[in-house]
């Protein structure tokens, strides 16, 4: 039972466009939502994260938002730049530092030229 | 700046050997985890530890175990390498600032 799903498997945008990723969760309990973004043969890295205590979050050119009732969150990059081209996760957790990570499979983003 | 390092960036094992992955973080998180990343599959749970000696099962246990002597430290070991064991293995670490990911192991058992 995937508990964290992204969708969309791949999304190809223009440079100096939006980007937005999806991401779906099933787990009432989860109350903590990180994105990661990973280049191949890399460790992913840390993006953003919001709590369920927020709608919104943002850093730079980075924002998170969060649909609790829908069980829905999102990424928006503004503008899209060529380097954003990687693989992006969303994960979810309950509070806490001493509970799990729980990943989606990823979407691969490409910011075309 | 937070630093979680495993041990090898790239490995190659023989079917049947035993395998120890190393992760070392300097950030004083009690949290520790190990993930496998293969295409198409996400990242999956291996084993986590929450405190030194402590470990908890993942969501694919199988054939792995780990070992966590000391907080810092948190070591995947393979028993008997299988090449359905072939993946990208990441460690990573969690507090109250964040969780962060080492730089990943790429294994190939042959």
């Known amino acids: ?113 | 700046d937070v630093k979680v390092t495993q041990s090898s960036r790239y490995l190659v094992k023989r079917t049947g050997e035993k395998v120890f992955l190393e992760c070392v973080q300097d950030m004083d998180h009690e949290n520790m985890f190990w993930y496998r990343q293969d295409p198409g599959l996400g990242l999956r749970l291996i084993y986590f530890s929450y405190d030194v000696k402590m470990k908890e099962k993942g969501d694919i246990p199988e054939g792995y175990s780990v070992s966590r002597e000391k907080k810092e430290r948190f070591s995947l070991i393979l028993e008997s390498a299988s090449t359905n064991q072939t993946s990208m293995y990441l460690c990573a670490s969690r507090g109250a600032t964040g969780a962060f990911f080492g730089q990943g192991t790429r294994l190939t058992v042959v």
């Open chain 1, 1 to 113: 039972d995937q508990q964290v799903k992204q969708n969309s498997p791949s999304l190809s945008v223009q440079e100096g466009r939006i980007s937005i990723l999806n991401c779906d969760y099933t787990n009432s309990m989860f109350d903590y939502f990180l994105w990661y973004k990973k280049y191949p043969a890399e460790g992913p890295t840390f993006l953003i994260s919001i709590s369920s205590i927020k709608d919104k979050n943002e850093d730079g050119r980075f924002t998170v938002f969060l649909n609790k009732s829908a069980k829905h969150l999102s990424l928006h990059i503004v503008p899209s730049q060529p380097g954003d081209s990687a693989v992006y996760f969303c994960a979810a957790s309950r509070g806490g530092s001493n509970y799990k990570l729980t990943f989606g499979k990823g979407t691969l983003l490409t910011v075309n030229p």
